[in-house]
């Protein structure tokens, strides 16, 4: 079954995957991971630059900025002024008009803070940037986020780095009913089959972290998830039957 | 004369300009951000603009994250 291309602003993809480059334990790993992953877009985090001591090496020259297309995120923002000057400060760096908007609302949950959100879309939507928004699973918020112009709507399918997975899959299903916008589950996936149900759930892709990054072997367990999404992918547009209560027979009646 | 980057006070001469600095720092300036008393400065301009007493540097750059 041949797939459609998937369209983010003015970027078309063909791999639904998107990964982070966080809590990798080197470069080297990290670069595998990536490749096994078969990403195409990649999650980077805007931090002070170091400017004691020796030079580290820097992120990008880990990352081939011709392979691969960089979403820059506002992680650690717990207000919209400050993610707004992060996105602007991300632009400005020059390699990407995109931004994974996150806003959060405290550091034990790392929930987003739904009206912060809403107003630095807003923002920066006006601002010409293409926003992907991490929001919460609720279908009202997402609306609320698609109607303020995001590009992309990323509800978490539980807390960030938790590895639950898809805690409520009805809520998911809301917004996929309800939004045009590409619905894009962001956040909690532990393994493989959580990104499996999210494509099949019908969303368009899956970004994920941790589920890679702290599994013991980070490479294969991206080439895992690259497969899960394939394969949850491909039941969705295949058209899984419908649940029912009881059983029906695979084996012809018996009839002799 | 003194000026703050990134929290930290910093000696520089006058006259240094920002790519200048970020050279002295052994930043490397093809992916950082600056913001000079909280103000963005287009890297189009690094070199052209000269740092004075007592300004604010933020300088950022990406590192990894989800």
Same mark, same amino acid.
């Given at each position: ?47 002070? +630059?170091?400017?004691?001591?020796? !030079? ?15 979403? !820059? ?65 609720? !279908? ?16 978490? *399918? ?29 956040? #909690? ?12 759930? #019908? ?7 941790? #589920? ?15 497969? +899960? ?28 | ?12 001469? !006058? *006259? ?47 590192? *990894? *994250?989800?």
């Amino acid at each position: 079954m041949k797939d459609t291309i998937l369209k983010i602003g003015k970027h078309n993809f063909s791999s639904r995957l998107f990964v982070g480059t966080g809590k990798y334990q080197t470069f080297a790993i990290m670069e595998e991971a990536l490749k096994a992953s078969g990403a195409e877009v990649v999650t980077v985090a805007v931090r002070r +630059a170091n400017i004691g001591g020796k !030079p580290g090496e820097s992120l990008l020259d880990h990352i081939d900025t011709n392979k691969y297309t960089i979403l !820059p995120n506002t992680a650690g923002c717990y207000s919209c002024d400050e993610a707004v000057r992060t996105a602007f400060l991300a632009r400005e760096m020059g390699i990407s008009d995109m931004v994974k908007l996150e806003v959060l609302g405290d550091e034990k949950t790392l929930l987003p803070d739904p009206i912060d959100t809403l107003k630095a879309t807003e923002i920066l939507v006006k601002e010409g940037f293409t926003v992907l928004v991490y929001t919460s699973d609720d !279908p009202i918020a997402a609306r609320r986020l698609q109607d303020a112009g995001a590009t992309s709507v990323m509800p978490a *399918g539980s807390p960030i780095g938790s590895g639950q997975g898809i805690l409520n899959q009805n809520n998911i299903r809301i917004i996929l009913e309800t939004l045009s916008v590409p619905v894009i589950v962001d956040a #909690g996936v532990g393994t493989a089959s959580d990104v499996c149900i999210a494509m099949e759930l #019908g969303c368009v892709g899956v970004l994920l972290n941790t #589920g890679i990054a702290e599994a013991k072997d980070p490479v294969s367990m991206a080439k895992a998830m690259k497969l +899960a999404c394939e394969s949850g992918r491909l039941a969705y547009l295949s058209g899984r039957i419908p649940k029912k209560l009881y059983a029906k027979a695979s084996s012809p009646l018996k009839d002799f | 004369m003194l000026i703050t980057v990134n929290d930290e006070q910093k000696e520089c001469s !006058p *006259g240094t300009s920002i790519a200048d600095l970020l050279e002295n720092l052994g930043i490397d300036k093809r992916y950082v951000a600056v913001e000079r008393n909280h103000k963005i400065i287009p890297r189009t301009q690094f070199s052209e603009i000269q740092l004075l007493e007592s300004d604010n540097l933020e300088i950022v750059t990406f590192v *990894g *994250g989800g």
